[in-house]
């Protein structure tokens, strides 16, 4: 196992900002952090910015949230209210547990002190003199390397009172994870910070109401926040001129599956799955029939010339009848069955499922394990398929929070691009693909 990620080495075309040190030796100590300019964003926006003022920087940038729903993260900040005399929060979401989603990982881990740096500045605007991070269980290297660099942030005075003489105090707490994916989102991930059991909260009211403690909260994804370090240093203009119309700024993309060289690249949103497979992670090492675009939960594109060609960002994913999600692509290979794949992600959300809503214990732990796992095994049903689809439509939608619909995405994906698979597993009991390898 290598150290860290295989990342985009040096190419004029586009510089590395987020990940410019990650895989650098002592990236992550303060020396080295402040010796590439590192806390002069924050000393910027607290001494010569109002928390409006970077508010609308962040505003006029167009930078969305990277956590997956891709929500305008200005206007987020701007629910947040203003001299209400409340304590406020600023949550940092580390939980990373999509499967094919791996990118927070190397930020906390080589370049700890750019994700507290971010929590500063997201403080100060929202007005939030308290931050928590919460981190995978798993992660244990990053949190490790978190500890050790808020320890001497506050030994240095870049965290703790009065802030660059701005009279701004700011304490960052980290706390590890419950090893549950369902704690990532982001009101059971309230629930498991305050010592709950990790179930979503019902929405109204939303967390820049009602949020850590009941009091006002605002939770961003790690490149959300790290990504707003170089918005105050650079500009809005500077960011918003990367990617298209409502996508803006640059992307961390995670290849996974048999690419020559798997990784996470840093690239211009809106890159295509071309460039980002072909000319950065080197091409493909077998042949290939799918693409799942942005983490396990969204829906899988046929390996095509006109999906090749699509720009990778919100709106043109979601053309495509798919989803941007975290941008970690993965790869499917033509000797591995559909059928496989789809029956291994459904049971991950399956045992994930937090058990809460009916159409997610029963719908998807309950039913849709039950009929992908006899279609798998070839106890198949003529009609089984169609049952399946009406189980979606009942499931979709209909949930207390979004994970049984990031169980229903995927099995849609692969039922509109590789239905023959399905009904190859049902007419004949085998797989479609010779080989008929299992996946996972
Ligand atoms: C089941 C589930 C798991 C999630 N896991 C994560 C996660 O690990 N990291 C993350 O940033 N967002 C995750 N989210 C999304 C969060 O709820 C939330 O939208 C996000 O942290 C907001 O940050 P952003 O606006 O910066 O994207 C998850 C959502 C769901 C429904
Ligand atoms: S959709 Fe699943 S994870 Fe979400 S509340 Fe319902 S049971 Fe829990």
């Given at each position: 196992?290598?150290?860290?990620?295989?990342?985009?080495?040096?190419?004029?075309?586009?510089?590395?900002?987020?990940?410019?040190?990650?895989?650098?030796?002592?990236?992550?100590?303060?020396?080295?952090?402040?010796?590439?300019?590192?806390?002069?964003?924050?000393?910027?926006?607290?001494?010569?910015?109002?928390?409006?003022?970077?508010?609308?920087?962040?505003?006029?940038?167009?930078?969305?949230?990277?956590?997956?729903?891709?929500?305008?993260?200005?206007?987020?900040?701007?629910?947040?209210?203003?001299?209400?005399?409340?304590?406020?929060?600023?949550i940092?979401?580390a939980?990373?547990?999509?499967?094919?989603?791996?990118?927070?990982?190397?930020?906390?881990?080589?370049?700890?002190?750019?994700?507290?740096?971010?929590?500063?500045?997201?403080?100060?605007?929202?007005?939030?003199?308290?931050?928590y991070i919460y981190i995978?269980?798993?992660?244990?290297?990053?949190y490790?390397?978190?500890?050790?660099?808020?320890?001497?942030?506050?030994?240095?005075?870049?965290?703790?009172?009065?802030?660059?003489?701005?009279?701004?105090?700011?304490?960052?707490y980290v706390h590890r994870g419950a090893?549950?994916?369902?704690?990532?989102?982001?009101?059971?991930l309230?629930?498991s910070l305050?010592?709950?059991?990790?179930?979503?909260?019902?929405?109204?009211?939303?967390?820049?109401?009602?949020?850590?403690?009941?009091?006002?909260?605002?939770?961003?994804?790690?490149?959300?926040?790290?990504?707003?370090?170089?918005?105050?240093?650079?500009?809005?203009?500077?960011?918003?001129?990367?990617?298209?119309?409502?996508?803006?700024?640059?992307?961390?993309?995670?290849?996974?599956?048999?690419?020559?060289?798997?990784?996470?690249?840093?690239?211009?949103?809106?890159?295509?799955?071309?460039?980002?497979?072909?000319?950065?992670?080197?091409?493909?090492?077998?042949?290939?029939?799918?693409?799942?675009?942005?983490?396990?939960?969204?829906?899988?594109?046929?390996?095509?010339?006109?999906?090749?060609?699509?720009?990778?960002?919100?709106?043109?994913?979601?053309?495509?009848?798919?989803?941007?999600?975290?941008?970690?692509?993965?790869?499917?290979?033509?000797?591995?069955?559909?059928?496989?794949?789809?029956?291994?992600?459904?049971?991950?959300?399956?045992?994930?499922?937090?058990?809460?809503?009916?159409?997610?214990?029963?719908?998807?732990?309950?039913?849709?394990?039950?009929?992908?796992?006899?279609?798998?095994?070839?106890?198949?049903?003529?009609?089984?398929?169609?049952?399946?689809?009406?189980?979606?439509?009942?499931?979709?939608?209909?949930?207390?929070?979004?994970?049984?619909?990031?169980?229903?995405?995927?099995?849609?994906?692969?039922?509109?691009?590789?239905?023959?698979?399905?009904?190859?597993?049902?007419?004949?009991?085998?797989?479609?693909?010779?080989?008929?390898?299992?996946?996972?």
């Amino acid at each position: 196992m290598s150290e860290g990620p295989i990342v985009s080495g040096h190419d004029p075309r586009f510089e590395r900002t987020l990940y410019a040190h990650v895989g650098k030796p002592g990236s992550h100590a303060l020396d080295y952090y402040l010796s590439h300019g590192g806390y002069e964003a924050a000393r910027k926006a607290l001494t010569q910015m109002t928390p409006d003022e970077v508010i609308e920087e962040v505003k006029r940038s167009g930078l969305r949230g990277r956590g997956g729903a891709g929500f305008p993260t200005g206007l987020k900040w701007s629910f947040m209210p203003k001299d209400d005399g409340k304590q406020h929060y600023i949550i940092m979401n580390a939980d990373e547990s999509e499967p094919g989603s791996f990118k927070d990982r190397y930020i906390l881990e080589d370049d700890p002190h750019q994700a507290i740096e971010g929590m500063i500045i997201a403080g100060y605007a929202i007005r939030a003199t308290k931050g928590y991070i919460y981190i995978r269980g798993e992660y244990r290297r990053a949190y490790d390397r978190l500890i050790a660099a808020i320890e001497e942030a506050y030994a240095r005075g870049y965290l703790g009172k009065n802030l660059f003489g701005s009279g701004f105090d700011f304490d960052l707490y980290v706390h590890r994870g419950a090893g549950a994916y369902i704690c990532g989102e982001e009101t059971a991930l309230m629930n498991s910070l305050e010592g709950l059991r990790a179930n979503p909260r019902l929405k109204p009211p939303f967390p820049a109401q009602k949020g850590l403690f009941g009091k006002p909260t605002t939770i961003n994804n790690v490149e959300t926040i790290a990504s707003v370090v170089h918005i105050v240093v650079r500009g809005a203009d500077w960011f918003a001129q990367m990617g298209y119309d409502k996508s803006k700024g640059m992307k961390l993309y995670q290849v996974s599956g048999p690419a020559k060289r798997p990784g996470v690249y840093e690239l211009p949103m809106g890159t295509t799955f071309r460039e980002l497979i072909f000319d950065w992670a080197g091409g493909v090492k077998e042949p290939i029939k799918a693409i799942i675009p942005g983490g396990s939960s969204t829906p899988m594109l046929p390996f095509t010339d006109e999906i090749l060609d699509t720009p990778m960002d919100f709106e043109h994913l979601q053309e495509k009848g798919s989803m941007l999600g975290t941008g970690g692509v993965i790869l499917i290979p033509e000797s591995v069955c559909v059928v496989d794949v789809i029956w291994n992600l459904v049971r991950f959300y399956a045992h994930e499922s937090c058990g809460k809503c009916t159409p997610c214990r029963e719908g998807v732990a309950g039913w849709l394990v039950k009929l992908l796992g006899q279609l798998e095994r070839g106890q198949g049903k003529p009609g089984d398929i169609e049952l399946i689809e009406d189980l979606l439509d009942n499931i979709e939608g209909k949930s207390f929070c979004p994970l049984a619909d990031a169980a229903v995405w995927p099995v849609r994906g692969a039922l509109r691009h590789f239905r023959h698979e399905f009904e190859h597993h049902i007419e004949k009991g085998s797989c479609a693909v010779q080989a008929g390898s299992r996946w996972g």
